[in-house]
């Protein structure tokens, strides 16, 4: 299942934990997210950034910035009134940083601030002892032409299309997990007996791209906690019902430390 030594896994798996911490509590990481600010088409004052801000037919206007201290990313300053960003643009507002999101056509206006509770009060991740038992052989089905709904935590419903599934046995459950992904690799919602519980809700796991007889492992000593764990104002999706384990999964991330 791994071609590491038992040192060599623990050593890897270390670094990753370390890293994904280490990420997550960035001045500008996931635990910073503060204010997720939905748009319409009124221009509208949103707490923690300047001016005001709305949405029009190709993606967000922020208005009445003349002064306010506004930068781009390489810290030029902005020296306009307004600013058009689409999805993914950053601008920085003293220490906080701006993001532009889309999500089905509507638009969105983050802010990811260093002093946000969310990241000052987080100590860490929290997760189970790394065991080469919890990577598991598996087969990629691929499923073209296949589309799935799939509700976000905030309730909203979206119609995506996923590659296909990963099939494996956990015990006497037999595994069918939709996924996401492409030639990079596959990427899968999931939930289990320890859900809720001994770790978050449900967690994300990322997987290598399947070889081309369909083979992949999973490992879910990989498995990490989704952004909403770490803050309200994320729109994580849900596990599709086939991806609603009920084998205790004791690997990878539990939960956030210190919130």
């Known amino acids: 299942m791994s071609s590491e030594t038992p040192a060599e896994f623990i050593a890897s798996w270390t670094a990753w934990h370390t890293a994904r911490e280490r990420s997550v509590r960035a001045p500008h990481g996931i635990a910073a997210l503060r204010f997720t600010h939905w748009l319409t088409e009124e221009a509208t004052a949103l707490e923690g950034a300047p001016g005001t801000w709305r949405a029009d037919a190709t993606g967000i206007v922020g208005e009445r910035l003349t002064g306010t201290g506004l930068t781009t990313p390489s810290g030029a300053q902005i020296m306009t009134d307004r600013v058009e960003l689409v999805h993914g643009d950053e601008l920085h507002f003293g220490d906080a940083l701006l993001r532009g999101m889309e999500r089905d056509g509507v638009y969105a206006l983050r802010v990811l601030d260093p002093e946000a509770p969310t990241r000052t009060s987080l100590a860490g991740i929290s997760a189970f002892a790394p065991d080469v038992a919890w990577i598991r052989p598996a087969r990629f089905v691929p499923s073209p032409d296949v589309t799935v709904e799939t509700e976000s935590i905030d309730g909203h419903v979206t119609t995506e299309t996923p590659v296909g599934r990963v099939e494996f046995e956990l015990g006497d459950e037999a595994v069918s997990l939709t996924v996401t992904g492409g030639p990079n690799g596959l990427w899968a919602v999931f939930s289990d007996g320890t859900s809720g519980d001994e770790s978050y809700r449900f967690r994300f796991i990322s997987m290598q791209a399947p070889t081309a007889d369909g083979h992949v492992l999973v490992d879910f000593n990989r498995a990490y906690l989704p952004p909403c764990a770490f803050s309200d104002h994320y729109v994580c999706p849900l596990p599709a ?17 210190g919130q």
């Not at 019902?241 to 430390?257: D, K, M, S, V, Y």
């Open 241 to 257: 019902p086939n991806n609603r384990l009920r084998t205790r999964i004791t690997a990878g991330e539990r939960l956030p430390l």
